[in-house]
């Protein structure tokens, strides 16, 4: 049995060579909104019901159409506000379903990257080829309605296999969000051997996972949007770091939420050496000036090691 996922070498934070982020910052942070179409009666998937309740389940899709109706716009409001691009997750089938919202987008030339085709169809039993074809499909439609490919790839309510990340390479692809193991971007091993890279993009920071998971109150989560914060733009001098809060505007958005949430863009914003950024912008900057240093860095730690 293969004991890990082979995807990434272990690579001691302590002895890394720091990242040097535009303009000398200290961190690179990005807001991923993840902008999502769920299906009332999506078909079957022997490893995952997407609806806890039977058919229909009203309830439970409304609330997630609540947030491209109305969590949508107010959260690209508050993004403005602060000079905040976002780096959308995207369901692709929103491109057909509410084009207004790409739009309004495009407009602000917000980041696109794929997150499948609908959040209700999933990974899971797929075949190698099937996945394949979702993942170019969803590549496709993304370049069609705004012009160019998306970079990154966050696999449809994270229901990823074990050839995800190497499919999304063969697209054209060059970053994941799928992995959650570092506060840097690291290099990832794909098998076509492409220059490619996990960003971080943190599950605790996820509004999802801080209001139905954990079930802490919005006053608690903005605390620790700021916490983790400062603990990363402490680190950050000495190495260089990332932060991401990924939302979800059925979430986050929620008229009693939103103040906590922007306190905490606010807090962030108002440091200086801040680079705030998009996925797509982390993604380049690193493959151009720190991705070979990376490698360089993982050969002579082994070579300490053996």
């Not at 200290?26 to 009332?40: H, M």
Request: proline fraction near 6%; charged fraction near 25%.
């Amino acid at each position: 049995m293969q004991e890990d996922p082979n995807l990434y070498d272990y690579w001691a934070y302590e002895k890394r060579p720091k990242i040097t982020w535009p303009n000398g910052a200290k961190i690179a942070f990005w807001v991923a909104p993840n902008i999502e179409f769920y299906e009332l009666n999506p078909p079957e998937n022997p490893n995952r019901k997407p609806w806890p309740q039977a058919y229909p389940a009203v309830g439970g899709y409304s609330i997630r159409d609540y947030g491209n109706r109305v969590g949508h716009e107010r959260q690209m409001q508050l993004l403005d506000k602060y000079g905040i691009r976002g780096s959308i997750s995207l369901s692709t089938a929103l491109c057909d379903h509410h084009p207004e919202i790409i739009e309004m987008c495009a407009e602000r030339d917000w980041e696109f990257f794929t997150h499948g085709v609908y959040n209700t169809r999933y990974t899971y039993g797929l075949s190698q080829e099937q996945e394949r074809e979702m993942i170019q499909d969803s590549v496709d439609t993304i370049e069609k309605h705004v012009g160019k490919k998306p970079a990154g790839y966050l696999a449809p309510a994270l229901s990823h296999s074990e050839h995800t990340i190497d499919l999304f390479a063969e697209a054209g692809g060059i970053y994941t969000c799928d992995l959650f193991h570092d506060d840097q971007p690291t290099p990832v091993k794909v098998r076509n051997g492409s220059r490619f890279i996990s960003i971080p993009y943190s599950l605790e920071m996820n509004d999802t996972i801080a209001y139905v998971v954990n079930k802490i109150e919005p006053r608690r989560y903005g605390q620790i949007i700021k916490d983790n914060f400062d603990r990363l733009y402490q680190e950050g001098d000495e190495f260089g770091t990332v932060m991401c809060i990924p939302t979800h505007n059925y979430q986050v958005s929620c008229p009693h939420r939103m103040r906590a949430y922007e306190e905490a863009l606010e807090y962030i914003t108002g440091h200086s050496d801040v680079w705030v950024t998009t996925g797509r912008e982390i993604a380049d900057f690193y493959l151009e000036n720190h991705y070979d240093q990376a490698l360089s860095s993982i050969k002579q730690q082994q070579e300490s090691i053996a």
